[in-house]
């Protein structure tokens, strides 16, 4: 059927021919309809590549004829052809048609002119199961998206209770991440990357990436690669409570030695620390506590803060080592003074190791162990080492 078939003896949509009266032989007509409802209801076409009629057609098979055609399908391009009754007829497609291509999978919109595919067919047996390959909304999902959306928001919602977002990986080299990205350009990714200890990277450019922090899966303990640098005025707070609650430095194996380091950046001021004991425990002054430990040895050092009675109220610092409940003061330090609270040594050198020169500063003390009469404090005047107890000269 083509075009010049269409009149008022046909339906407009679909040309299937009409009744009419007194007509002859009303069952032709009547089944031609049928035969045209019968190729276009459910439209399956075999194929839509094919110039020239197939060697063998199947009765009822139907191809789109492709341009150039020859043969029994010369000036047919563009139709629907329709195997029945040992012939081809040819009918004209309308706009909006719809029709799966069996040959490739997929189906094609008819939109005036030409045949335009609008995706793989859905996997009934998948759909049948709840499962599908592929889900794009408001986007194209593709083999390694399968899942894409593109929204200006993406809601998981609980369903009264609780609710968990799964990232499942298949062994431990494997990687489960999130990524943030830029312009399709990664930034930051937070997740299991290549191991299972939860690590955070970031990356300036996409390609070279840095990673700030690590949390080891045994110990809980974070590793921060590059250091932590505070805003003015934050805290680092401890929430534990009792006799070991606070923080530690813990250095050594691989890590390397362990050090605590205070850096001044800023081209003002000087670096400093500030040890703080904000409510005074029962005791009369605040109160901190230093341990200096090592594997087998442990020395407590008390430093109390007070204002200091010898001196008119000027605050003053007492050190002190506490050993169980006995406390024995050894230095107390104010701005005009400094007193040494237990018998202290000096440094003892022979006559011919003192040393002089640039770097020594008047009032340096030695003891010289060989000095002319037995040992002896010595005093540096900026020229001469001498004998404390009469000033003589030693070097």
Known sequence: MDDSSISADCTPNLSLPFLMPSQAQKHVTHNEALAILDALVQLTV??????????????GARYFVAPDATGDWTGQSGRLALFQDGAWTFLVPGRGWQAYVASRGSTVLFDGSVWAETGAAPDLAALADRRVTELGI???????????????????NHEGGDHRLKINKGAVPATALLIWQSGYSGRAELGLAGSDELSLKVSADGSAWREALRV???????ALADGLRLAPGAKIRSTASGPDAGAEIIGGSDLGPVSLRIVNESSIGVAGAVFEQRTTLGEAADLIDFALKTVTEQVNIRVEARAGTATGGTPELQFSQVNGTTIRPFLLI???????????????????????????RPGALVYVDDAPGGGAPACWDGQHWRAVHDRTVLA
């Open 334 to 360: 104010s701005p005009v003074q400094a007193l040494v609270q237990v018998p202290f040594a000096l440094q003892a050198v022979p006559l011919a190791a003192l040393p002089s020169g640039a770097g020594l």
């Open 46 to 59: 075999e194929s839509d590549t094919l110039t020239a009629p197939p060697e063998s057609p199947a009765a």
């Open 138 to 156: 408001n986007t194209a999902a593709d083999g390694l998206n399968r899942l894409s959306v593109a929204a200006a928001a993406t809601l998981l």
């Open 216 to 222: 080891c899966g045994t110990s809980g303990e974070l």
